[in-house]
């Protein structure tokens, strides 16, 4: 008893700054002590002899964190139970087929944009093993790239300039390097067609590729739901700006226009100069999706990261969400317009609500004590769709919200979100005459 009041004594004369240093070697100590037994659980059946664990502060970080998930829990994204139902349009296009892109922004480098996308770091090294190309990347270079199903690239693109694309492409065993320079000329190819039985194949038959497909489909997303509304009869013309080298093809081309005609309407599409797509009136076709789910910032808890590691048992255990220290009963808000296609309970997500915003993304909001929403209903952006909680698998009260664009998690924190803004008042008028006259051509050939 005696001992404990002068240790008290003592502690309380010692300095702020050496307090905060007991204080933190105390929680390091606690920290070793709770995880070890979890550790000898797991490894003694096959390894009665110890091994030491470095614990890099980073990993201290995590696990300390309150308000999270416990390290090792998982959401796998690819569970039904977490994503959208496919639609017919989705039945049809294969992970490989959709193209992912990113614009360099001031001040990132190839890292930075690998961790954002959750691309893998070992594909990253990889590349730079074939070619330090990747390593140069400048401020609106554009990127595009392929992955497979599992995750791993496929194929990268480097916009350099207008002209100049260096590629690297899997073959399966290694990357490949090229530097593709255009020499071509650019010639529109137009391509027309009628829906037979559904739209995909009968895009394909008129022509088009799985890519120019999912484009089309994705910058249409809000005024024509491919996968839904795509009736037999319905007509279409697309025009592909494609390169020819002493007039033959040498490139699939990028969809510059569309007409879809579906019962008495005309759905229009036109891609700008400034590499965006606007319907004729040079009004977006986007919907803007906003940064944060609350109104209020909170603290993150937890960062996206896909490359976390358990730091016991040194497993990649990947964080596909930012988790904010929100309080229970905090207002959760939809951060774009879209449709509510989970609003449920589950093990570890506890009561969660996942909204589908158009075809490019879906966001997750886990852990909820309370939600007000419905399976199937319509939600804009700001809409009030439940309070923050702490159930399923929590080490404490927060927000666990996730981002998905094109089927992958992404960092909601990082990645450039998509804004609804019109053709530049200046180039308004010069768009509105040029699509007239595109949208005239299209006209002749559906
Ligand atoms: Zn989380």
């Not at 005696?2 to 050496?18: D, G, M, P, T």
């Not at 995750?151 to 693109?157: N, P, Q, V």
């Not at 290694?174 to 190819?189: A, C, L, S």
């Not at 309407?265 to 803007?288: C, E, F, M, P, W």
Request: no cysteine; hydrophobic share 35%; aromatic share 8%.
């Amino acid at each position: 008893m005696k001992y404990k009041e002068v240790l008290a004594a003592r502690i309380n004369s010692l300095s702020k700054r050496h307090k905060l240093v007991l204080m933190s070697l105390s929680l390091f100590t606690v920290v070793v002590f709770i995880w070890e037994p979890t550790h000898s659980i797991s490894q003694s059946l096959s390894e009665p002899s110890r091994s030491t664990v470095t614990l890099s502060s980073e990993n201290l970080q995590t696990l300390a964190d309150q308000n999270s998930e416990p390290v090792e829990t998982i959401f796998d994204p690819n569970d039904p139970e977490f994503n959208a139902p496919k639609d017919e349009l989705d039945k049809h296009i294969n992970a490989e087929d959709i193209v992912h892109s990113h614009t360099v922004d001031a001040g990132e480098t190839l890292g930075a944009i690998f961790n954002q996308y959750a691309l893998s770091i070992s594909d990253m090294y990889a590349l730079l093993d074939v070619n330090k190309s990747a390593a140069n990347m400048r401020v609106g270079v554009d990127l595009e790239w392929q992955q497979d199903e599992d995750g791993k690239l496929t194929e990268l693109k480097i916009h350099r300039n207008i002209k100049d694309t260096d590629v690297y492409a899997w073959n399966g065993e290694k990357y490949t390097f090229t530097q593709i320079e255009e020499k071509g000329e650019i010639k529109p190819v137009f391509l027309s067609g009628r829906v037979t039985s559904n739209f995909y194949n009968s895009a394909r038959s008129a022509g088009l590729t799985p890519g120019q497909i999912q484009t089309l489909a994705k910058q249409l997303q809000w005024k024509f739901d491919f996968g839904k509304e795509a009736r037999k009869g319905d007509r279409f013309a697309v025009e592909i700006d494609k390169e020819f080298i002493d007039g033959k093809a040498v490139s699939s081309g990028d969809v510059k226009a569309v007409l879809y005609k579906n019962a008495g309407r005309d759905i229009t599409l036109i891609k700008h100069t400034d590499g965006h797509y606007y319907d004729v009136q040079g009004r977006s076709l986007n919907r803007a999706l906003e940064r944060f789910p609350t109104h209020q910032r909170y603290r993150i808890s937890s960062p996206f990261n896909p490359y976390r590691k358990h730091p016991i048992t040194g497993r990649i255990s990947p964080h596909n969400g930012t988790d904010f220290a929100t309080p229970v009963g905090t207002s959760v808000y939809a951060t774009g317009d879209g449709v509510v296609v989970r609003a449920l309970h589950h093990p570890l997500a506890g009561n969660y609500i996942i909204i589908k915003h158009g075809r490019e993304y879906m966001t997750r909001y886990l852990h909820l004590s309370k939600i007000l929403v419905k399976k199937g209903q319509k939600v804009s952006m700001g809409d009030k769709i439940a309070l923050s909680g702490n159930t399923g698998r929590s080490t404490g009260p927060h927000l666990h919200y996730e981002l998905i664009k094109n089927g992958r998690a992404v960092n909601a924190m990082k990645v450039p979100l998509p804004q609804a803004s019109p053709v530049k008042s200046d180039e308004r008028a010069r768009f509105k005459q040029q699509a007239k006259l595109t949208i005239e051509a299209l006209q002749e050939q559906v």
